[in-house]
């Protein structure tokens, strides 16, 4: 039993060192070509066709530019912080958070860079107090809740520097047309699903500027767009579009800023989130109407 053993133990051992002995080759498996005519599937990047291009292109510049009122906005911040102006410094946040909430979908091209810049206290088990809350909603905690004039300066050093590394990726990036189409519904799911709840800025309360920039970005999108979406599909988009701004205006003061979230009535805000509903609705019926669904869809078109 045991030279038995032994036999088959020395011929494993043998056939493992002789295939040691000679070059192993293998070959990749590659799918066919596909040819024709036939719609293409794929979940990776496909190339966006040309005529969707300058919209594209359009938002990408949109981004820029806002992330440039970011930066210039946190800079006034500082100023104002050194100026011992801590309501001043208050008012410039909300402005800077407002340009964010604008370009905010595009920055998910990015992995985990929202969860840097713009990660709430909730996210983590320790709050405030855990090391990786940082971003707009530290700058934000100490302003309005721990008035601690030091440390937001600290903290507006820090966002600053993310997001001037963020201008400079966002332009060097490309957006595909699946992206940008999906990004007009992806405005309107945030307002739904956190601040028709007060539940992004809650030292500020100054959610009612959020939706405002949520809403200005969706319709950015749409403006876009809209050479390539048929009258039918286009005229409650923008009936709703038109609706949800006027509602908002209404909180809007004399100074041209929003009042705190609190001042929101439980009528307006049933309204809203029967209007957003059928809003986010609308916008993702756009993914079949151009052609793109959530596979990244497109039908071949002959040059």
Excluded: W
Excluded at 130 to 153: C, I, P, Q, T
Excluded at 260 to 276: A, E, I, M, V
């Amino acid at each position: 039993m045991h030279n038995r053993t032994r036999t088959l133990i020395n011929t494993l051992c043998l056939s493992l060192l002789l295939a040691s002995s000679f070059p192993l080759e293998a070959k990749a498996l590659r799918s066919p070509v596909q040819t024709g005519d036939e719609i293409i599937i794929a979940k990776g990047d496909i190339p966006t066709p040309a005529k969707y291009k300058p919209a594209t292109e359009a938002f990408i510049v949109y981004a820029t530019d806002n992330i440039e009122q970011v930066i210039e906005l946190l800079n006034h911040l500082k100023k104002s912080l050194v100026e011992n102006n801590i309501k001043e410094a208050q008012g410039y946040y909300v402005k800077a958070h407002q340009h964010y909430e604008m370009i905010r979908p595009v920055v998910d091209l990015f992995g985990n860079t929202d969860r840097i810049i713009n990660s709430r206290a909730d996210y983590f088990l320790q709050g405030v107090n855990d090391y990786r809350f940082k971003g707009f909603h530290l700058v934000e905690y100490m302003l309005f809740k721990a008035k601690n004039k030091s440390a937001a300066s600290d903290a507006v050093d820090e966002l600053v520097m993310y997001v001037k590394d963020l201008k400079q990726r966002v332009e060097q990036e490309h957006i595909e047309i699946p992206k940008l189409v999906q990004s007009s519904a992806d405005y309107i799911e945030m307002i739904i699903e956190v601040k028709l709840n007060g539940q992004e800025n809650i030292y500020s309360h100054s959610d009612l500027a959020d939706i405002a920039a949520n809403m200005a970005g969706s319709e950015k999108i749409i403006e876009e767009l809209k050479p390539f979406i048929s009258p039918e599909t286009l005229k409650p988009i923008l009936k709703n579009y038109q609706q949800i701004d006027q509602l908002i205006g209404r909180y809007v003061t004399d100074q041209g800023s929003f009042k705190p979230y609190g001042q929101l009535t439980n009528h307006d805000k049933k309204k809203l989130y029967s209007l957003l509903s059928d809003q986010a609705y609308l916008l993702a019926t756009l993914r079949s109407t151009l052609n793109v669904d959530v596979y990244y869809k497109y039908q071949a078109e002959t040059p």
